[in-house]
């Protein structure tokens, strides 16, 4: 494949992540609502930079705003770059943040390099799993601060140290044994986990190719409600397979009786500073 037809199949995947989530926007800020777990990760992400006492903030990939909301609330002083591709995530974190403290930009991550801003530390929470990272890194160090700090989390399938701990979280076995309940056929699973995991090592690269020094790499281990996978499967209407009518909210209900009690989900931070 040419150079070219490569990009241009990278970019048609990007658009495709974002307008899937442009059609979860008000399914998953209801699921910010149920559970905690992006809260979590959105305020350590916050401690880690100690954010309170930046000028400037990014919030990247922000969502519907749950990070810059939880920011402006603990903080006076800090002024919010927010930047979001999706327009219904934006419509939703527009109600929700100040917007004397807070710019707002209709933007991929990867295209931040063409606004004309400087900000002391970039925050992503819950997204660098769904962009080309190394993309990321290069618009990323163009409007960081020399001394700027750039802070993302992944999920523990997103990161080679931690990719095996998660596969008593996997939901598909459990909504198989219900769909057998139900008689309905097991379907083929579309592997949205394919992408391979990052080696602290290619991290480490890609980044120093945009002068960004890996600083911290800390593994978070925290109790979940093992209910959240199937919420979170259940956000897609199309999952666990399209067709179900009416049994779909049956299906869902029986998976969440079995799939009960805590499991552990690990997540990793990252600390890059601009040198
Ligand atoms: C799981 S949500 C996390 C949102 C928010 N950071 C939070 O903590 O609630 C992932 C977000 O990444 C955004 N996203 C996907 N691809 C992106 C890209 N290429 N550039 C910037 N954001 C992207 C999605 O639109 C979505 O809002």
């Not at 403290?101 to 799993?129: C, G, P, R, W």
């Not at 925290?222 to 179900?244: C, V």
């Amino acid at each position: 494949m040419s150079k070219d037809s490569a990009n241009n199949s990278q970019e048609k995947q990007a658009e495709q992540i974002i307008s899937t989530w442009d059609s979860l926007a008000l399914a998953y800020d209801r699921l910010l609502e149920k559970h905690s777990i992006f809260s979590v990760m959105a305020s350590r992400l916050i401690e880690l930079a100690n954010a309170t006492s930046c000028e400037s903030v990014m919030d990247l990939a922000g969502g519907s705003g749950l990070l810059s909301k939880m920011l402006l609330s603990a903080s006076a002083k800090t002024k919010i770059y927010f930047v979001e591709p999706a327009p219904q995530m934006m419509t939703l974190a527009k109600q929700q943040l100040d917007p004397a403290k807070t710019i707002f930009y209709q933007a991929k991550a990867t295209e931040i390099d063409k606004f004309d801003l400087k900000v002391d530390a970039i925050l992503s929470n819950a997204a660098m799993h769904l962009v080309d990272l190394e993309k990321v890194f290069k618009s990323v160090s163009t409007v960081l601060e020399a001394g700027g700090i750039f802070i993302f989390n992944l999920w523990w399938h997103a990161f080679e140290e931690t990719a095996q701990e998660g596969k008593s979280l996997d939901w598909r076995p459990v909504l198989e044994k219900v769909l057998k309940e139900y008689n309905e056929e097991i379907p083929k699973w579309s592997n949205s986990k394919s992408k391979k995991p990052y080696s602290r090592e290619m991290l480490r690269e890609l980044a120093t190719r945009s002068r960004l020094k890996l600083e911290r790499v800390i593994l978070d281990r925290d109790p979940i409600d093992r209910n959240f996978f199937i919420d979170f499967m259940s956000m897609y209407p199309d999952l666990p397979k399209a067709g179900l009518g009416d049994k779909r909210s049956q299906i869902i209900q029986r998976a969440k009786e079995i799939c009960t009690g805590k499991a552990i989900v690990t997540t990793v931070r990252f600390l890059f500073r601009k040198t």
